[in-house]
C-alpha cells in the first residue's frame, strides 16, 4: 500500500514550527555566546601554570565531552535541583547544559590552535622587547584565530543540531513543536519531514560557508 502524503493537515499548524525554529535559534546563540565565554576562561585555565586551575578545568572538560549531551540535560533538570535543593526551571537548564557543553569543545580548540603556533615566535618576539602581551595579541593570536576558525564554525554548527535534544525536558524548540504537530494531526512522517527540511533550510548554507572559509583560509596560508 501506497503511503499518500498530505501536507495540509500539518500546514495548518506551520506558526508552531516557526516558533520552535526561532527557540531553537536563541539557544544555539545564546549557547555559543555562553560557550565562548567558558572556553576562553577554561583554555587560559589550561593553559595556565597554575596546576590546580588546570586540573580543575580537565576535569571540567572530560566531563562534558566523554557524556553523552541527552544524558548531560537529564542530570541538570531531574538530578541536579536535588543536589542544591531548589527547582530549575527546564529552559534555564536546557541553556545552561548547551552552554557548558560546546563550551568544553571550544576550550579544545581555543587551546589547540594557540599551541599549534611554534614556540620560536615567541621567543623571537621576546627577543626584539616584545611584552609576553603584546607578543600574544600581534603574532600569536592572529595566526592561532585563522587555525581555530574553521574547527570553530563546524563546532558551532553541531551545536545548532544539538539544539533538538533539549525537547527531552519539554522545551518547546523545533523538535517538541514536530512532536506537538504530529500528536493534533497523527502525521509523522509530515511533520517530521518539516521539521528535517527547516534544519536543512538554515544550516545547509551554513555549512557551505564555513566550507568556503576553510577553503580561503588554507589557500591564504
Not at 547544559?97 to 615567541?122: H, M, N, P
Not at 621576546?126 to 602581551?133: C, L, R, V, W
Request: with cysteine; proline share 3%.
Amino acid at each position: 500500500m501506497m503511503y499518500r502524503w498530505n501536507f495540509d493537515a500539518v500546514w495548518q499548524y506551520w506558526d508552531l514550527f516557526m516558533w520552535g525554529l526561532g527557540l531553537t535559534v536563541v539557544y544555539t546563540f545564546g549557547s555559543i555566546l555562553f560557550g565562548i565565554l567558558i572556553g576562553l576562561l577554561t583554555c587560559g585555565a589550561r593553559l595556565s601554570s597554575w596546576k590546580i586551575l588546570n586540573l580543575i578545568a580537565r576535569t571540567y572538560q572530560e566531563i562534558f565531552r566523554c557524556t553523552p549531551l541527552l544524558v548531560q540535560l537529564l542530570w541538570f533538570y531531574y538530578a541536579f535541583p536535588l543536589l542544591v535543593g531548589i527547582t530549575i526551571d527546564n529552559r534555564v537548564a536546557a541553556m545552561l547544559t548547551l552552554s557548558l557543553y560546546v563550551g568544553a569543545f571550544y576550550a579544545e580548540i581555543f587551546r589547540g590552535g594557540i599551541l599549534s603556533i611554534d614556540k620560536g615566535q615567541r621567543e623571537a618576539a621576546a627577543a626584539i622587547g616584545m611584552s609576553p602581551a603584546q607578543a600574544a595579541t600581534r603574532i600569536i593570536m592572529p595566526q592561532a584565530f585563522k587555525r581555530m576558525l574553521p574547527s570553530f564554525i563546524n563546532q558551532s554548527v553541531i551545536q545548532f543540531k544539538n539544539t533538538s535534544l533539549v525537547s527531552v525536558i519539554s522545551v518547546a524548540d523545533l523538535a517538541y513543536m514536530a512532536a506537538v504537530v504530529n500528536g493534533q494531526t497523527y502525521r509523522p512522517l509530515e511533520s517530521y519531514t518539516v521539521m528535517a527540511a527547516l534544519y536543512i533550510v538554515v544550516l545547509f548554507p551554513l555549512t557551505q560557508a564555513a566550507d568556503w572559509l576553510e577553503r580561503r583560509l588554507r589557500a591564504s596560508d
